[in-house]
């Protein structure tokens, strides 16, 4: 018979890695982060050293704005860009990997921002092209956020 304790035991090790952001919010600050999310400000703009355009974003809102994913329509395809997140009173440059040439016509963009509950939020608009910002129009639908 073999000795208690003379095996190894099976064991199981498990990591995580969390990431929380807090944000404080003093009281009185005009608006809601709702808000902020819905009044982001669109447009393209060149990339520096001539690499293509980028989709700026502009938050005048007092709140931050976290972007999941911006899809932008162009030329029969949607084109996608990373998350990000928009600061207050601030800006965003979104780098989409396919855009090499300035988009013609109007563009009607969709993003999804993520809520204080965690929950994805996704609003429709329009992209200023010549260097003039167009406003988000919002939509109603939400889910939770998906790995």
Same mark, same amino acid.
């Given at each position: 018979?073999? +000795?208690?304790?003379?095996?190894?035991?099976?064991?199981?090790?498990?990591?995580? /890695?969390?990431?929380? +952001?807090?944000?404080? /919010?003093?009281?009185?600050?005009?608006?809601?982060?709702?808000?902020?999310?819905? !009044?982001?400000?669109?447009?393209? /703009?060149?990339?520096?050293?001539? +690499?293509?355009?980028?989709? %700026?974003?502009?938050?005048?809102?007092?709140?931050?704005?976290?972007?999941?994913?911006?899809?932008?329509?162009?030329? *029969? !395809?949607?084109?996608?860009?990373?998350? *990000?997140?928009?600061?207050?009173?601030?800006?965003?440059?979104?780098?989409? +990997?396919?855009?090499?040439? %300035?988009?013609?016509?109007?563009?009607?963009?969709?993003?999804?921002?993520?809520?204080?509950?965690?929950?994805?939020?996704? %609003?429709?608009?329009?992209?200023?092209?010549?260097?003039?910002?167009?406003?988000?129009?919002?939509?109603?639908?939400?889910?939770?956020?998906?790995?």
């Amino acid at each position: 018979m073999p +000795k208690a304790g003379s095996e190894p035991r099976n064991y199981m090790q498990v990591a995580f /890695r969390s990431r929380l +952001k807090l944000f404080y /919010r003093p009281a009185g600050l005009p608006g809601t982060p709702e808000e902020a999310a819905e !009044r982001l400000s669109w447009s393209i /703009r060149p990339q520096a050293a001539g +690499k293509g355009y980028l989709l %700026h974003a502009v938050n005048a809102s007092p709140y931050h704005v976290t972007v999941n994913r911006v899809l932008l329509p162009v030329t *029969g !395809r949607e084109l996608e860009s990373d998350s *990000g997140m928009v600061p207050p009173g601030g800006s965003y440059d979104f780098v989409f +990997k396919d855009l090499k040439s %300035h988009p013609a016509g109007e563009l009607k963009l969709r993003y999804e921002s993520i809520n204080d509950y965690g929950a994805v939020v996704v %609003h429709q608009g329009l992209v200023g092209l010549e260097g003039g910002a167009a406003r988000a129009a919002p939509s109603v639908t939400t889910g939770l956020v998906s790995p």
